[in-house]
């Protein structure tokens, strides 16, 4: 059997031993451990990657909290293993001075005792107000290393980054007082899944798709997110935030950058962060006062979704009855290269839509109208439809040639379903965790990617600002398809342009059974 790409990988490198293992030891420190993200997600991704053989032989996990917890609690919401168990510690303290002072006796000592090297990695799993402070008091209690020390840390932090590019500069200054660049990993979980990553493969592995991928075949490209759901438990953070922070900012443009970027150099980290990096510096500035308008915003009142009624953003728990917080976005983003000159990329987003799933779709211009144009025949757009969840595909829109005498064309569509090759189970936060433990910061943003995204979007969050919709909002449904006037970021060319319809991608693929995320899988 030929050797896959990832046993070649952890064949040749450094950072795994021959039995799969990495081969540092390290103390993996969670600030905020007792919190909802903790549990849901990160104790459950190391308890996965532990059932799978993929963690040092010698770790620790420290869940740092300020409420008075038993494990049991914490590991409530899965089940794990003695063996889990085992590596896991609760520390009650917090981010005072004599709070790190405990943190750090309580490392010395787990590594003294248990023979691990101080190696850590801290996992800021905490609202983004304290991850300046954390990481300040990190650095006054002598809990981090020189870059060039013989033990390692470093430092994750959740996003948002900033809320502007005013707080985004300030948040990167103060993080880098403390640590050097190499040391932060800002973790955007999309990036940690397998359909986005997929992406570069796609591009830059197959010379019949990266050979048209220009402005010479490809007409436009729509990148949609929908989610069913409202603002739910996040009602707090969302109505300061917002769409256009909480998904355009940081996920969708992560993954516009990777349609879009040039082909790195390598396979390195740097390189392919670089290219990532030309592409936001070649966005053409928003202008605001153009007509069509490059954005609108939205906001769901009461609908119904599956038959079942729901109330509108202004009547869930924790949001104010006069907020003009937009549920949905829709932006016409153009890039000033070579490459991509004259081509629209249009970002769509919303919540309390009508079905969950988050597709990028590359339509192909249409051939000359010579051929079948006599027939009565209409050709459709050639499109590329990367399915990213909750289904992972890829789709091949073409036409062909009904069956008979006469020339009859419909449009067909070559599959391709994850599931139905590969184990999909892993959870996005296995891999970026497992990467933050290796040290590989490729899957990870890096600080000037950043703020140019701050920069591009800041015109349009400070104009929305200063413009609120008051009592045109709501102005559309639950459970509808978004705002009518979504329609506006649209710019027709030789053809009219329309948003797809999405839902036609759905249940291509078999329905994968939903499972416990910390239930190891039976091909793990």
């Not at 300020?66 to 409530?76: A, G, I, Q, Y």
């Not at 319809?501 to 291509?508: G, Q």
Request: proline share 6%; with cysteine; aromatic share 10%.
């Amino acid at each position: 059997m030929p050797m896959t790409f990832d046993e070649k990988t952890r064949s040749t490198s450094n950072f795994f031993n021959n039995k799969g293992r990495c081969t540092d030891d390290c103390l993996i420190i969670i600030f905020g451990g007792s919190g909802d993200l903790a549990k849901r997600k990160l104790f459950p991704a190391l308890g996965n990657l532990l059932f799978k053989k993929m963690l040092p032989e010698k770790f620790k996990i420290i869940a740092v909290g300020r409420k008075p917890m038993e494990n049991k609690d914490l590991l409530s919401m899965g089940k794990y293993t003695e063996d889990f168990i085992g590596h896991f510690e609760y520390l009650q303290t917090d981010y005072s001075p004599e709070g790190i002072a405990k943190l750090k006796a309580a490392a010395e000592k787990i590594c003294k005792e248990s023979g691990i090297a101080p190696n850590y990695l801290f996992y800021l799993a905490i609202p983004p107000e304290g991850y300046a402070e954390v990481a300040k008091a990190l650095k006054k209690g002598g809990m981090v290393h020189p870059p060039k020390a013989a033990n390692w840390c470093r430092l994750v932090v959740e996003k948002p980054y900033g809320k502007d590019i005013e707080s985004a500069t300030e948040l990167n200054e103060n993080l880098l007082s403390c640590f050097v660049e190499k040391q932060i990993y800002r973790i955007d979980h999309y990036l940690g899944k397998e359909a986005v990553q997929n992406l570069l493969v796609f591009r830059f592995a197959n010379s019949v798709f990266e050979a048209i991928w220009n402005h010479h075949y490809i007409e436009h490209v729509q990148i949609s997110h929908s989610e069913i759901l409202g603002a739910e438990d996040r009602a707090d953070y969302f109505d300061q935030a917002g769409l256009l922070r909480d998904m355009i900012q940081n996920h969708l443009m992560q993954i516009f950058s990777l349609v879009t970027m040039e082909p790195p150099v390598s396979l390195s980290a740097d390189a392919i962060r670089d290219e990532k990096v030309k592409v936001l510096r070649s966005l053409r500035p928003l202008d605001l006062a153009t007509q069509p308008p490059v954005a609108i915003r939205g906001q769901y009142g009461p609908g119904a979704i599956k038959d079942k009624a729901v109330g509108g953003y202004r009547q869930e728990k924790g949001i104010r009855p006069d907020s003009s917080t937009e549920t949905f976005v829709a932006i016409r983003m153009n890039i000033d290269n070579f490459r991509w000159a004259g081509v629209p990329f249009y970002l769509r987003s919303g919540k309390r839509l009508g079905r969950k799933g988050t597709e990028v779709v590359v339509t192909f211009k249409k051939l000359p109208k010579l051929l079948f144009n006599s027939r009565g025949a209409s050709l459709n757009n050639n499109r590329i439809v990367f399915k990213i969840q909750p289904q992972e595909a890829i789709l091949l829109e073409l036409t062909t040639k009904n069956p008979g005498q006469s020339f009859e064309l419909s449009d067909t569509s070559m599959n391709f379903c994850y599931s139905d090759h590969f184990d999909t189970s892993a959870d996005a936060y296995e891999r970026l965790l497992l990467d933050a433990v290796l040290g590989d910061p490729t899957l990870f943003v890096r600080s000037d990617e950043t703020e140019l995204s701050w920069k591009y979007l800041d015109p349009l969050l400070k104009n929305w600002a200063a413009n609120a919709m008051g009592d045109k909002f709501p102005n559309y449904a639950a459970g509808s398809e978004g705002p009518a006037e979504a329609a506006g970021v649209l710019t027709p060319g030789e053809e009219p342009v329309e948003w797809l319809d999405f839902a036609k991608y759905d249940n291509i693929c078999a329905p994968i059974e939903p499972g416990n995320p910390s239930t190891p899988s039976p091909k793990a």
